[in-house]
């Protein structure tokens, strides 16, 4: 039983954890919460759909297509919707961002209906394994599979190329980074293009695990794994895989104590009662302030 | 008298008087959450809670005690007042995107429990009677309006709205001023959030029907929407904000389908165009002096305010 509630929550939880590193990212560089970022998870599930109903094609092919789809598209919206605000006032770039989604979901509805579209079941053949008493699906072994190679694909961009040393020249100071001959615009898209990547592939794996993709699955999702980024402390990498496992684990096991009803409402308390003790989140940085 | 108001007010199309409401509802609810953006600048993803507070207080006050509807709006703004600087006070010392993010987690949890609670009859919502007073509803919006504005202006030049605006130039140096800066941000809080469930009342027995649902995240944007589009901190730019905001989707039906997509891209446009709002930067005391011959002195008065 603990086992098996363990399996659930860590499969949801690293969906949870592909779509808050793209938040931390983008966070992390130009410090916008990207509220279009649930959207593109949103897209990534459809034009998978698509690939596997409509072009009969490969589970992981339709993965990719849909991770460079969603490439483009990230970088499509950052430099439409973000780069002209970059200079001015923080919430204004808030509210763009808010447009961007509205758009995006409004536009998937247009295009693909208000009903939920599953999977067809030829997509990935699903079969159970017992281990002990638990049982675990092929599904959960997949996403937990796919999540952790992309994630170890991500930590070694970032901590091993040369691009991902100008990232985190760039998140850890914008002007100087530019003043040391680094792209930064080209950082920035790059960012983006390697979030909404990820946030395509749990877009994927969300459809599949649910077998459900309709037009507002970006909002819950978005909101939770935004909360996992903040939980785990904005801006830091591993705080996102880690606070995304959290709240999936701890998700799967109050609707297993019979909490099902307050289900959404279990992973903002966490997260509301983890920043009182800790106000930047469990590995964030202290920031020191000054005048 | 109200007999009277009520045949004037017949007079108006049905569906412009329902754009006029909306608009002044808008307006309430924007002006709230201006103080506590605008002014204060704090980031509250949440105001919709507030709203739903209101909203359910006001609505059962009705059902249940059947109280003068003036002394029930009252009543709801207190208990949203209390809720707010009770929530408030843990979660205001944290800054910036946690705070966001708090303020948001706390309203998906109001939210949820709404949905659960017996006396708000669940998922199901509750349908709201008239209110219990003579003068009509539309006039009564109007009027909580006027009051608002006055309100809000008056802390705006006030000392205490000084305070708030120090905050938001600078929390560390506002401190160093001698200005205990949790207390203030509670109270801006508590003042928003008591317009936020004056607003929340007024819109329960205008729509005569909630759900909980109704007040979730898209609602808080929403209002966030209108204070940003208006110009942070700018009473005039709420006005506007929420007006532009509370009649786009009525203008933009014609286009039906499209709408929601319009909208979208609207907002964009114009935060893009308009990046510190459609009222933003405009310093209307000199305006209003210009158009009296009267030049102010131009150093003191076309200073942009620093936003946040």
Same mark, same amino acid.
């Given at each position: 039983m603990l086992l098996q509630q363990l399996i659930n929550g860590i499969a949801l939880g690293s969906t949870y954890a592909l779509i808050a590193l793209g938040y931390t990212m983008v966070y992390g560089i130009i410090?916008?919460?990207? /509220?279009?970022h649930g959207e593109i998870f949103m897209v990534g599930a459809f034009v998978g759909l698509l690939m596997v109903a409509? /072009?009969?094609?490969?589970f992981f092919l339709a993965m990719l297509v849909a991770m460079m789809v969603c490439m483009l598209l990230g970088v499509l919206i950052e430099r439409i919707a973000y780069r002209p605000l970059r200079k001015s006032s923080r919430l204004s770039a808030l509210i763009s961002a808010i447009g961007v989604s509205i758009f995006l979901s409004s536009l998937a509805q247009m295009i693909f209906g208000a009903d939920a579209k599953g999977f067809p079941e030829t997509a990935f053949p699903v079969q159970q394994i017992h281990l002990g008493d638990a049982d675990i699906s092929t599904l959960q072994l997949l996403i937990i599979g796919v999540s952790a190679c992309l994630m170890l694909s991500l930590e070694f961009i970032v901590r091993k190329t040369k691009i991902g040393k100008a990232m985190r020249a760039t998140s850890e100071d914008y002007n100087t980074a530019a003043l040391m001959g680094i792209n930064v615009n080209m950082i920035i898209s790059f960012t983006f293009a390697l979030g909404s990547a990820l946030a395509a592939a749990g877009g994927v794996l969300v459809g599949l695990l649910f077998n459900a993709v309709s037009f507002n699955m970006g909002l819950m999702a978005g909101l939770k794994a935004f909360a996992a980024a903040v939980l785990g402390g904005i801006g830091s990498i591993p705080g996102a895989m880690l606070g995304g496992l959290l709240l999936g684990v701890t998700e799967v096991f109050g609707v297993a104590a019979g909490y099902s009803s307050y289900r959404d409402a279990i992973a903002f308390t966490i997260l509301v009662f983890v920043l009182m003790v800790k106000p930047t989140g469990l590995l964030g940085k202290k920031i020191q302030k000054k005048v | 008298m109200g007999d009277t108001l009520q045949m004037l007010l017949g007079r108006i199309d049905p569906y412009l008087l329902q754009i006029i409401v909306n608009i002044g509802i808008g307006i309430v609810l924007a002006l709230g959450l201006n103080v506590i953006t605008g002014l204060t600048g704090q980031l509250s993803l949440g105001h919709a809670a507030f709203m739903s507070i209101g909203a359910f207080t006001s609505a059962l006050i009705t059902i249940k005690l059947g109280l003068p509807f003036g002394v029930n709006l009252l009543i709801t703004g207190a208990v949203s007042a209390a809720a707010g600087a009770l929530i408030g006070y843990p979660i205001l010392r944290l800054t910036g995107d946690y705070l966001a993010i708090c303020t948001l987690g706390f309203a998906e949890i109001v939210k949820v429990i709404f949905l659960n609670l017996e006396i708000t009859n669940k998922a199901l919502g509750l349908s709201v009677p008239p209110?219990?007073?003579?003068?009509?509803l539309p006039i009564i919006v109007w009027l909580v309006v006027i009051i608002a504005v006055i309100l809000v202006s008056f802390i705006h030049d006030s000392r205490f709205g000084r305070a708030l605006k120090a905050i938001r130039g600078d929390e560390i140096a506002a401190e160093a001023m001698g200005i205990n800066v949790v207390r203030y941000k509670v109270q801006s809080f508590a003042i928003g959030t008591f317009l936020a469930g004056v607003g929340g009342g007024l819109y329960a027995h205008f729509i005569s029907y909630i759900n909980?649902?109704?007040?979730g995240f898209l609602k808080s944007i929403d209002i966030l929407g209108m204070v940003v589009l208006g110009g942070l901190g700018s009473i005039p730019g709420s006005i506007v904000g929420a007006a532009v905001l509370s009649a786009a989707p009525e203008f933009l039906r014609f286009m039906a389908n499209y709408r929601m997509l319009v909208y979208g891209g609207l907002l964009v446009f114009m935060m893009i165009f308009r990046p510190n709002g459609l009222m933003g930067g405009i310093n209307f005391t000199e305006i209003f002096l210009r158009a009296l011959?009267?030049?102010?002195?131009?150093k003191t008065l076309t200073e942009k305010e620093k936003l946040p």
């Open positions: 410090t916008l919460i990207n /509220f279009a409509k /072009f009969k094609m490969n | 209110p219990r007073s003579s003068i009509p909980p649902s109704d007040f011959g009267r030049k102010p002195h131009m």
